[in-house]
């Protein structure tokens, strides 16, 4: 019976059972946190660990996943195909198709390793877990139920503010950077060649052609997307024309 | 004739009150329980935030089959439920909720002996289940019973004698009947025990050490189902009820009140009843249980000197008021 | 002691019937004081003849109860609600409680049986010889009143009480306080016995010990 706090011991006797009825009463008056389920569905986070679904257009059939799986609960099986050569006189090229693409949710523990390992984003995670059964070999999700939980995964949600790009977009950017920056350079290069063709003997415009460019050659120009890469295009936009300038 | 009518009337009048009362009470501990502790309760039975959800357990209770253990003693463990609800019945007839005749079932001279003698009697309905269920849990649950009764009769007994002297005479009504209102600050502390020591001879939470479900399962109904197992449960629920009923009666001034003294008397009392079954529910959601050490020093040290004192507080009072 | 308050009972019930003005047409208190007082008595018989002890227990509850009722025919509300109070709600669960903690089998104990069976028998006969003959030789002539206002009631016993067997009532709570003392003492002796084993550790000591206790008690 000893409180182990000394200033509880100085107050009157019986606060600390008048405390405990308080503590009661209050909560009485509070909302209750029950979760209503089948009335009322559950608000779940995102990136919930409902059901796996299977992007079955982005399998290669690398079978990381169902190496990785630890308790072996998906079944993979496929076969080999060739394929024409795309240019005549080319090499056949040989493709895997998948023929079975199974998880047996009855062994899956839901530690999402295969949707981390699968190189092609060919799995997900889909919040949906009402997919109770009374026979325990209707757990086995076959292919086409797999890519039908597809439809049910959402959108990955927004990144935090400040975040990192993903690199997806970074690389895509860079590769869409690059195409563009290189069209621009053949396009100014040919008009250059026109020009002079043109016009030999007149000097010039100053600057001319680099104000009605995009905020992309410019980078490329410059290189200014390395010292700033969290730079979005609106923001750089501005300093273009003193770039360019200088 | 008319005599045989009456009689009949009040008798069915008091078993309704016997038979719903204490679900009433069942279905408040249900939901303010669950409140207290953020939670919403039975929500489905009868529709309406669970309302019938006692009933549903009636019906359950009564479609499980009856067992009885093999090695037990068959009649007693069979009479024993019995033994322990009929008490509160009995006692719930000589409980007045209105001035007058008409408001109680029984008028008894000695009400207050009455009343504590037969719910006295109630508790030997634990005793045999747990003798005669050849269960070492129900026996210790017994054992329990016993030591939690014989320590907290005194107490009770000693703070309604109080009540007895204030008002000079034993018979519920009559006590009513000479109730003023500063009896409540004058008896406060023979209120205070006699309500916990109520809920000790109830074995209610924080007392229920007899049926401590974590260490001895339910005490001595373990071996109990169905619906001999849901009589012990309406014989705690009705014991609840009575408890409030008469330490409304005695303590509290039964059907005195600001307003309604001309034959909304009972609704005073049902009032006040019904508060204390609230505390009652609100004490069990609150304490952890007691030791059974304890439990006894509680009775020993503190309830019976409190209760002791407050005669003598009444005693003194009685001489120089007279 | 059972047995001789049950026919003590058992007698007082055949008293009355005995005395009653109207026996050939009794009413129905009589009839009914007469059933229960059979009824009592019966309890009684069984509790100190069955081999089963709870049962004998529990049989006792019965006579105590029946006791009761007798109490409540004669008007003697008080003394009836008395009666269950500390009979039948604190004697016999004490009684329970001490069995269970014994080891009390369910169904018969074979050695529910006492030598002293006869013994027992003539010291039980003739106490309740002695108490009918008492009783009757003493009310022989009185007369409980049930219709007029209840003899027994809860302040005609204590006016009585107070007035007229205040010694007696003295007497006795000095007899108890008495007992109270005495098993604190005894009780306080056993626990001091049971803390000090050290000094018991030779059985001469010991014995020699328990000796003197026993000439200081």
């Known amino acids: 019976m000893a409180e182990p706090l000394p200033p509880t011991r100085s107050r009157i006797p019986g606060s600390g059972l008048a405390k405990g009825l308080a503590v009661t009463l209050r909560t009485m008056t509070k909302k209750t946190v029950t979760a209503q389920y089948p009335d009322a569905q559950p608000e779940l986070p995102p990136r919930s660990r409902g059901v796996i679904g299977l992007f079955e257009e982005n399998c290669t059939v690398c079978m990381l996943c169902a190496r990785e799986c630890p308790d072996w609960c998906i079944y993979i099986d496929s076969h080999k195909e060739t394929v024409p050569p795309a240019a005549p006189g080319g090499r056949e090229r040989s493709r ?30 889909s919040p949906e877990f009402e997919y109770a059964e009374t026979d ?36 895509a950017r860079k590769t869409a950077d690059k195409l563009a920056a290189e069209a621009a350079t053949a396009a100014e290069a040919a008009e250059l060649a026109a020009r002079t063709a043109e016009q030999a003997a007149q000097p010039e415009p100053p600057a001319g052609g680099t104000t009605t460019t995009t905020g992309s050659t410019t980078d ?18 501005p300093s273009d024309p003193q770039d360019g300038a200088s | 004739m008319n005599d045989a009518l009456d009689v009949a009337l009040r008798l069915l009048v008091v078993f309704v009150v016997f038979l719903t009362f204490p679900l009433i009470v069942g279905q408040t501990e249900h939901k303010v329980m669950a409140h ?37 003693d068959r009649r007693i463990f069979q009479l024993a439920p019995a033994v322990a609800l009929l008490p509160y019945l009995l006692v719930l007839l000589a409980i007045p909720i209105g001035p007058g005749e008409g408001a109680v079932g029984q008028v008894v001279d000695a009400g207050i002996f009455f009343v504590l003698a037969v719910m006295g009697v109630g508790v030997l309905g634990s005793l045999m289940a747990g003798w005669a269920s050849a269960n070492k849990f129900s ?6 019973t016993a030591a939690q009764l014989l320590a907290y009769e005194l107490p009770m007994l000693l703070t309604a004698a109080s009540v007895a002297m204030a008002a000079g005479t034993v018979s519920l009504p009559g006590i009513v009947a000479a109730f003023e209102w500063w009896w409540v ?20 939470p924080p007392f229920d050490m007899p049926v401590a479900d974590s260490e001895i399962i339910f005490g001595a109904y373990t071996e109990y189902t169905g619906l001999r197992f849901a009589l012990f449960l309406l014989a705690e629920y009705a014991g609840i009820v009575v408890l409030c009923g008469l330490t409304t009666v005695l303590f509290l001034g039964g059907w005195h009140g600001p307003w309604g003294a001309d034959g909304l008397g009972w609704v005073w009392t049902l009032l006040k009843a019904a508060l204390l079954a609230f505390v009652v529910i609100w004490l069990r959601v609150t304490y952890p249980r007691l030791r059974e050490d304890q439990l006894q020093k509680l009775s020993w040290t503190l309830l019976i000197p409190l209760s002791l004192a407050q005669i003598a507080l009444t005693g003194i009072v009685k001489v120089v008021i007279s | 002691m059972s047995l001789a308050a049950a026919t003590a009972a058992a007698a007082r019930a055949t008293t009355t019937a005995a005395e009653s003005h109207g026996f050939l047409s009794p009413t129905g208190v009589e009839i009914a004081f007469l059933l229960v007082g059979l009824v009592t008595f019966g309890a009684a018989i069984v509790t100190v003849t069955t081999k089963q002890l709870v049962h ?33 709600g604190s004697v016999v669960v004490l009684l329970l409680f001490g069995l269970m903690l014994t080891k009390a089998p369910i169904g018969r104990s074979p050695d529910a049986d006492s030598g002293n069976r006869w013994v027992a028998l003539t010291v039980a006969v003739a106490a309740a010889a002695a108490l009918v003959w008492v009783v009757v ?33 003295e007497a006795l709570s000095v007899l108890l306080l008495a007992a109270l003392v005495g098993a604190i003492v005894l009780s306080r002796k056993a626990k001091a016995d049971a803390t000090t084993p050290a000094d018991a550790a030779t059985p001469a000591g010991a014995q020699s010990r328990r000796s003197e206790k026993e000439g200081t008690r």
């Open chain 3, 56 to 88: 004998a227990a529990l049989w006792l509850v019965m006579a105590l109860g029946g006791l009761a009722v007798e109490y409540l025919l004669l008007t003697a509300e008080f003394i009836a609600w008395v009666q269950v109070l500390i009979y039948v």
């Open chain 1, 220 to 237: 490329t120009t410059t290189g200014s997307t390395t010292d700033t890469p969290t730079d979005t295009p609106e923001s750089s936009k």
């Open chain 3, 137 to 169: 030789d003493a009310f022989r002539t009185t007369w409980v009143d049930l219709k007029g206002p209840a003899a027994g009631s809860t302040e005609v016993t204590g006016a009585s009480l107070f007035q007229n067997w205040v010694l007696p009532f």
């Open chain 2, 36 to 72: 207290m502790q953020g939670r919403l309760g039975p929500m489905y039975a009868g529709g309406f935030h669970g309302w019938a959800q006692l009933v549903a357990d009636g019906v359950k209770f009564a479609q499980k089959e009856d067992i009885v253990p093999a090695g037990a």
């Open chain 2, 139 to 144: 026996l210790l649950g017994g054992l329990r």
């Open chain 1, 136 to 171: 325990i070999h209707e757990l086995t999700h076959e292919r086409d139920k797999l890519r039908e939980w597809m439809w049910t995964v959402p959108a990955p949600p927004a990144l935090d503010p400040g975040a990192e790009e993903p690199k997806e977009l970074v690389a």
């Open chain 1, 96 to 125: 895997n198709v998948l023929d079975r693409f199974a998880i047996d949710f009855s062994l899956c523990m839901y530690c999402g390793i295969c949707i981390e390992v699968c190189p092609f984003d060919a799995l997900f995670w």
């Open chain 2, 185 to 204: 600050p004058w008896q406060l502390v023979g209120a205070v025990v006699f309500f916990v020591a109520g809920l000790a001879e109830l074995q209610r």
